[in-house]
C-alpha cells in the first residue's frame, strides 16, 4: 500500500483553527489600538483647542481697559471686556461646556477662572482654564498693563 502525499482532514483542520485564531487575534488588537487612538486623539483635539481659546483670551484682556482687582469666574452671566480701541463690548462666556465670546465657540471648558492683581503699578492676570476630566488645567499668568 502506497501512501499519498497531501493532508489529512485532521491537519486542515487544526491548520484552519490555528490561522483563524490568529486572525481573531490580529482583528481584537487592531481595533483596541484604534479606539486607543481615536481617544487619543480627541484629547489631543480638546487641549489644542483649550489652549488656542486660552491664547485667544489672553489677547483679548490685553486689547482690553483692564479688569479691576479681583476674582472671575466665567459662566452663563457675560464676563464683558471694554475694548481699548473703542468699539462693542466683548461678552465672555461658559455654558454647556463651551467658552464664547463674539459669537464663536473658543474651546471646551469645565470652568475657566481669572484673578487680577495689582503690584508695583503693573495689573497681573492668571487665568485657570480647566478641561474636562482626565486632561490637565491649563494656566496662564501675565502682565495685562503690557500691548501684544
Not at 141 to 147: E, K, N, R
Amino acid at each position: 500500500m502506497t501512501r499519498r502525499r497531501g493532508w489529512t482532514l485532521l491537519e486542515l483542520s487544526v491548520a484552519s483553527g490555528l490561522f483563524l485564531l490568529l486572525v481573531a487575534c490580529a482583528t481584537m488588537t487592531f481595533v483596541s489600538y484604534s479606539r486607543t487612538l481615536l481617544g487619543l486623539q480627541r484629547e489631543g483635539d480638546h487641549i489644542a483647542r483649550g489652549a488656542h481659546g486660552l491664547e485667544n483670551l489672553q489677547r483679548q484682556i490685553l486689547l482690553s481697559h483692564s479688569l479691576p482687582v479681583g476674582n472671575y469666574t466665567l459662566g452663563t452671566e457675560p464676563l464683558r471686556l471694554r475694548p481699548l480701541a473703542g468699539g462693542s463690548l466683548t461678552e465672555l462666556t461658559l455654558a454647556a461646556g463651551n467658552v464664547t465670546w463674539s459669537g464663536r465657540v473658543q474651546g471646551v471648558a469645565n470652568r475657566v477662572a481669572l484673578r487680577v492683581w495689582r503690584e508695583s503699578g503693573h495689573n497681573y492676570v492668571r487665568v485657570e482654564w480647566e478641561l474636562p476630566p482626565p486632561l490637565p488645567m491649563l494656566i496662564s499668568a501675565f502682565d495685562a498693563t503690557v500691548l501684544p
